[in-house]
């Protein structure tokens, strides 16, 4: 079977959502398609999917008005699923920053990655991922706007 490529973003609506979603809202299955020069396609896949970075899926489900997303790993990666985690991160990143908050994102990407760096340092690799989310979800449990964030109030 042909192996086929696509080089495009991954797609928007073009329609806005004209109707009231549910308060927490959820993509119960969604997947991150990083660039695959950096983490490339198992070899034996059946299909090509063009990327989905997590900036595009976070915009989607902006748009979409979706609060909540599930990530799971494609089976375009095989038994890799470095993918996922890269778009676990990228998230973790962006509500602990505080979402909208571009400065927020940037000093919680550096604080994210310091402590990875540190446990790795401290306690070896194996354990990192959890760790660090652990620290991701012990900063939410605090202030769980994130960060920067801010609590909107919806008058109805």
Known sequence: MPNRSAISKAAQPSTAVNFDMPAGACDCHTHIHADPEKIP??????????????????????????????????????????????GIKAFAVAI????GNAWGVVLAGLIYGVAEALIIALAGST?????????????????PTGLFGHAEVKKV
């Open 41 to 86: 396609f198992y070899a034996g896949r059946v299909y090509t999917p063009e990327p989905a970075s997590p900036e595009e899926m976070s915009a989607l489900h902006k748009a979409l008005h979706i609060e909540r997303v599930v990530i799971v790993t494609p089976s375009v990666y095989g038994p890799d699923n470095s993918a996922t985690l890269f």
């Open 127 to 143: 354990y990192s991922q959890i760790a660090t989310f652990a620290l991701v979800i012990l900063a939410l449990a605090i202030r």
């Open 96 to 99: 602990l920053g505080g979402i």
